[in-house]
């Protein structure tokens, strides 16, 4: 059965997808137009609540979380991390400060951990990348051989995946708790959590 249907605002392809963290009301889109376009609806009400042009770079992920000033969602791609914070019906951007911890390069996919608050970004060297409440990167945790393409954030914690077949379960202050190998089944492509931990459901390329 179909809940809603939304049309109109983008004119491509809808390449990302998250709704919102807090209670699921808002749902944000990205599209394949040449800026990345941006839509935050209230889907239930099938209303259009704010739009903005994305970034012209390749965009990977996307995710709804929270921030110091209500609602962010964070977008991620080649050689960008950035923050948009939803105040009303506007969105206003920040540019996530990689500075020396890091290295700009492809940014895979991203979750957020603690109270929904904290961003943690997957690299293609196989990084975890913590940003701080003023979005600058304050850790770099070496968590797998190559690109992470997968992160799931549950209660607690986090998990990644990546290209090396790993499936990796971490705490909310990115201290390891627990690994599997699935590289027989190849590359690690998505990664889901139960609520209560005791299960993870896994995706595979191959």
């Known amino acids: 059965e179909t809940l809603a249907s939304l049309a109109g605002f983008h004119k491509r392809a809808v390449t990302q997808l998250a709704f919102d963290s807090e209670d699921g009301a808002l749902l944000?889109?990205?599209?394949?137009?040449?800026?990345?376009?941006?839509?935050?609806?209230?889907?239930?009400?099938?209303?259009?609540?704010?739009?903005?042009?994305?970034?012209?770079?390749?965009?990977?992920?996307?995710?709804?979380?929270?921030?110091?000033?209500?609602?962010?969602?964070?977008?991620v791609g080649f050689k960008h991390v950035t923050f948009w914070t939803l105040i009303g019906r506007h969105i206003e951007y920040r540019r996530g400060q990689i500075g020396a911890r890091g290295e700009l390069q492809a940014f895979v996919c991203v979750a957020y951990v603690g109270a929904g608050d904290v961003p943690v970004v997957g690299t293609a060297d196989g990084h975890l990348y913590v940003f701080n409440e003023e979005r600058e990167l304050a850790k770099s945790v070496k968590a797998h051989d190559s690109f992470?393409?997968?992160?799931?954030?549950?209660?607690?914690?986090?998990?990644?995946?990546?290209?090396?077949?790993?499936?990796?379960?971490?705490?909310?202050?990115?201290?390891?708790?627990?690994?599997?190998?699935?590289?027989?089944?190849?590359?690690?492509?998505?990664?889901?959590?139960?609520?209560?931990?005791?299960?993870?459901?896994?995706?595979?390329h191959g």
């Open 28 to 75: 944000a889109t990205l599209g394949a137009d040449a800026d990345h376009s941006i839509a935050v609806y209230d889907w239930q009400q099938r209303e259009l609540r704010a739009r903005t042009l994305g970034h012209k770079n390749k965009v990977l992920g996307l995710a709804f979380g929270l921030c110091k000033d209500g609602r962010e969602m964070t977008q």
């Open 148 to 204: 992470v393409y997968a992160l799931h954030a549950f209660p607690g914690g986090i998990c990644s995946g990546g290209k090396d077949g790993m499936v990796k379960l971490w705490s909310a202050e990115l201290e390891a708790s627990g690994a599997f190998d699935q590289a027989a089944r190849g590359p690690i492509r998505s990664v889901c959590v139960s609520p209560d931990a005791s299960r993870v459901l896994v995706g595979t």
